[in-house]
C-alpha cells in the first residue's frame, strides 16, 4: 500500500517534504487533520514496530521528550509500514553544556528502561560475541579478521549495564528547545550496554579515558556490522583495533 496507507490517519493526509537524512527508511514532513507530523514508511515488522511505538509512548509518559506516535483514526500506532509521529522542533546541540543536558536526558532513559525486553529480531552487541546474526547484522558476510576485531572490540564491554539504547545520538537526532531535550528517530534503538550511547562530544558524559576508549572501539565495531559492507562501514571498521 506505501504511502497510501496515510488514509488510515487522514483521508485528507498530504505529504509536504521529504527528509534526505535517512537511509532505511523513507520519511516526510505530513499534515494530519491540520497539523504537522513526521511520517516514516520502512519494512520493519509489526512486532518490531510494536516495540518502538511501545516505547516512545512509556518514555513520554515518564517524561523524556519524545515524538509520539500519532494514532490511525480506528486506533493503530503503525499501519502498513507507516508511523506517523509528532513534529518536534528545536535546535542541535552545540557546546559542551548542551551536550551534558543530552547525557543527563539518555542516562534517565537508561535508568527508566533497565528491565526493558529485547527488541523482537535484534541482538546486543554482547549476543553477537557468540551469534552470527541479529536484525540487519550478518558477520558471516564479513571478513573473518573484521569479525574478530568486533567481537574483541564487544567483549571489552561485556558485563556492564545494559537497557534500552537509543543507538544513533548524532546531532541531528537532537532537538534542543528551552529547558527541552528531545531525541528523535529510535529506528536504531535496541537493548544493549548503555554506555554505548555515551561515547559524546566533549566528552560529556565525563568518563575516564581508558573506559571511553573501550565504548568508543564498541560503537565503531556496531557500526561496521551493521552496515556492513559499504565505505562507511569499511571505515568504522579501520577504526576498531586489531585483535
Same mark, same amino acid.
Given at each position: 500500500?506505501?504511502?497510501?496507507?496515510?488514509?488510515?490517519?487522514?483521508?485528507?493526509?498530504?505529504?509536504?517534504?521529504?527528509?534526505?537524512n535517512g537511509v532505511a527508511n523513507e520519511v516526510w514532513s505530513v499534515t494530519i487533520r491540520d497539523q504537522k507530523a513526521v511520517a516514516r514508511l520502512g519494512s520493519r515488522s509489526d512486532a518490531d514496530l510494536q516495540w518502538e511505538t511501545n516505547l516512545l509512548i512509556f518514555l513520554d509518559r515518564n517524561g523524556i521528550c519524545v515524538p509520539k506516535p500519532i494514532p490511525t483514526l480506528d486506533g493503530r500506532l503503525f499501519a502498513n509500514g507507516l508511523?506517523?509521529?509528532?513534529?518536534?522542533?528545536?535546535?542541535?546541540?552545540?557546546?559542551?553544556?548542551?551536550?551534558?543536558?543530552?547525557?543527563?536526558?539518555?542516562?534517565?532513559?537508561?535508568?527508566?528502561?533497565? $528491565? %526493558?525486553?529485547?527488541?523482537?529480531?535484534?541482538? *546486543? !552487541?554482547? &549476543? +553477537?560475541?557468540?551469534?552470527?546474526?541479529?536484525?540487519? /547484522? @550478518?558477520?558471516?558476510?564479513?571478513?573473518?579478521?573484521?569479525?574478530?576485531?568486533?567481537?574483541?572490540?564487544?567483549?571489552?564491554?561485556?558485563?556492564?549495564?545494559?537497557?534500552?539504547?537509543?543507538?544513533?545520538?548524532?546531532?541531528?537526532?537532537?532537538?534542543?528547545?528551552?529547558?527541552?531535550?528531545?531525541?528523535? $528517530? %529510535?529506528?536504531?534503538?535496541?537493548?544493549?550496554? *548503555? !554506555?554505548? &550511547? +555515551?561515547?559524546?562530544?566533549?566528552?560529556?558524559?565525563? /568518563? @575516564?579515558?581508558?573506559?571511553?576508549?573501550?565504548?568508543?572501539?564498541?560503537?565503531?565495531?556496531?557500526?561496521?556490522?551493521?552496515?556492513?559492507?559499504?565505505?562507511?562501514?569499511?571505515?568504522?571498521?579501520?577504526?576498531?583495533?586489531?585483535?
Amino acid at each position: 500500500m506505501g504511502w497510501d496507507a496515510l488514509q488510515f490517519w487522514d483521508q485528507d493526509a498530504k505529504r509536504i517534504k521529504r527528509f534526505t537524512n535517512g537511509v532505511a527508511n523513507e520519511v516526510w514532513s505530513v499534515t494530519i487533520r491540520d497539523q504537522k507530523a513526521v511520517a516514516r514508511l520502512g519494512s520493519r515488522s509489526d512486532a518490531d514496530l510494536q516495540w518502538e511505538t511501545n516505547l516512545l509512548i512509556f518514555l513520554d509518559r515518564n517524561g523524556i521528550c519524545v515524538p509520539k506516535p500519532i494514532p490511525t483514526l480506528d486506533g493503530r500506532l503503525f499501519a502498513n509500514g507507516l508511523v506517523v509521529m509528532e513534529h518536534l522542533d528545536g535546535t542541535t546541540p552545540k557546546t559542551k553544556d548542551d551536550w551534558k543536558r543530552v547525557t543527563e536526558t539518555i542516562r534517565r532513559v537508561h535508568e527508566l528502561t533497565k $528491565d %526493558w525486553p529485547q527488541r523482537p529480531g535484534w541482538k *546486543s !552487541s554482547i &549476543d +553477537l560475541i557468540n551469534s552470527n546474526s541479529g536484525t540487519k /547484522i @550478518d558477520l558471516t558476510a564479513m571478513p573473518a579478521e573484521g569479525v574478530k576485531r568486533c567481537r574483541n572490540a564487544w567483549r571489552k564491554i561485556e558485563g556492564l549495564p545494559q537497557s534500552v539504547v537509543h543507538g544513533d545520538l548524532n546531532p541531528g537526532n537532537i532537538l534542543m528547545s528551552g529547558d527541552k531535550v528531545a531525541l528523535i $528517530d %529510535w529506528d536504531e534503538s535496541r537493548v544493549d550496554v *548503555s !554506555s554505548l &550511547d +555515551l561515547a559524546l562530544p566533549h566528552n560529556a558524559a565525563e /568518563i @575516564d579515558a581508558d573506559r571511553l576508549e573501550k565504548i568508543a572501539q564498541a560503537v565503531s565495531a556496531w557500526e561496521a556490522a551493521v552496515c556492513w559492507d559499504d565505505d562507511y562501514s569499511r571505515r568504522r571498521l579501520a577504526e576498531v583495533k586489531p585483535v
